[in-house]
């Protein structure tokens, strides 16, 4: 489907959100997934700025079902060095199976930083740098972060469980270990 106009792309998505809301006393979702509209220039060719967005989402995607992968596999206790060798750190605030929300926090070196939500926002690593943050919830509020692209070197990670008013944070030195790459936030 392309549009030609932001109106009618608008419109189309009002309409693909009304088809696909449950009928009446019906509480599942149609399971299908929704196929995303390109933006067209007048020529009708898909705009780059169309592109390079749904080549972003697919990314998302791909790392989001990545992630609850290792999560899976570090519940199972078959982890192996994959964190290693993806060069990613796992957080597991332990959390309880119906937690709805989940922030975690990552700064580099060895701070220590409020532990309110606010102070978390706030930090600054020990190299000036703000904290890299992610928010998980819903069915993966639960699960442990997953955080990538982490060199070695000594971080501080924190969490936030639920609508706690205080996170708890951890120092973590990351080598070329699998074992330095999981931090487990003792509950206080």
């Given at each position: ?47 780059p700025e169309s592109e390079r967005l749904q080549g972003r989402h697919g990314e998302r995607i791909q790392r989001l079902l990545a992630h609850r992968e290792i ?36 700064l580099n070196g060895e701070v220590r930083p409020a532990t309110d939500l606010a102070g978390l926002k706030a930090a600054r690593g020990a190299d000036g740098g ?59």
């Amino acid at each position: 489907m392309v549009h030609r106009t932001i109106p009618g792309l608008l419109a189309s998505l009002w309409l693909v959100s009304c088809e696909e809301a449950p009928a009446p006393g019906r509480s599942e979702a149609v399971k299908e997934p929704v196929a995303v509209p390109v933006v067209a220039d007048k020529a009708g060719t898909p705009s780059p700025e169309s592109e390079r967005l749904q080549g972003r989402h697919g990314e998302r995607i791909q790392r989001l079902l990545a992630h609850r992968e290792i999560g899976a596999a570090y519940a199972a206790g078959t982890l192996g060095d994959r964190l290693v060798t993806d060069g990613s750190l796992l957080v597991d605030a332990r959390a309880p199976a119906d937690t709805s929300q989940m922030r975690y926090f990552l700064l580099n070196g060895e701070v220590r930083p409020a532990t309110d939500l606010a102070g978390l926002k706030a930090a600054r690593g020990a190299d000036g740098g703000a904290a890299r943050a992610l928010l998980l919830g819903g069915e993966d509020g639960p699960r442990p972060a997953i955080f990538d692209d982490i060199a070695a070197g000594i971080y501080t990670v924190c969490a936030i469980v639920g609508g706690a008013a205080q996170g708890r944070c951890a120092t973590a030195t990351v080598d070329a270990t699998a074992a330095s790459r999981v931090v487990v936030l003792a509950e206080r």
